[in-house]
């Protein structure tokens, strides 16, 4: 089994800053794309930032210049450093993992238990 574990969500104000972390464990054999996405109330999980094994990453327009995804292959961790908070940056984030479990041929994506972040305006 993969587990996700999330943690550092909270509440901020505009122009605040949050970080937030997700750990994998488990029976993991390798790790590709790792990634967050996020979803408010009434609207669609949508992707707010990836990163590849070779370190390439991608970010949604809405946060480009204000968040940075980065990764701690040793520890199996992707991060999410959250800066300019703005209210409409209110969502459950959920991280997203690609793994390639142990004695498995097969990447299989793997998502996190969701974080609160509240922005107040």
């Known amino acids: 089994q993969v587990q996700l574990v999330e943690s550092g969500g909270g509440l901020a104000h505009t122009g605040g800053s949050l970080r937030l972390s997700c750990a994998a464990s488990?029976?993991?054999?390798?790790?590709?794309?790792m990634g967050w996405f996020r979803q408010a109330p009434g609207t669609q999980r949508e992707l707010v930032a990836t990163?590849?094994?070779?370190?390439?990453?991608n970010y949604a327009d809405s946060v480009k210049g204000r968040f940075t995804i980065s990764r701690d292959n040793t520890k199996k961790s992707v991060y999410l450093q959250m800066n300019s908070l703005k209210p409409e940056d209110t969502a459950v984030y959920y991280c997203?993992?690609?793994?390639?479990?142990?004695?498995?041929?097969?990447?299989?994506?793997?998502w996190g238990q969701g974080t609160q972040v509240t922005v107040s305006s």
């Open positions: 997203n993992v690609e793994v390639k479990p142990r004695y498995d041929i097969t990447y299989r994506p793997y």
């Open positions: 488990g029976s993991i054999g390798s790790i590709n794309d």
């Open positions: 990163v590849s094994s070779s370190g390439r990453t």
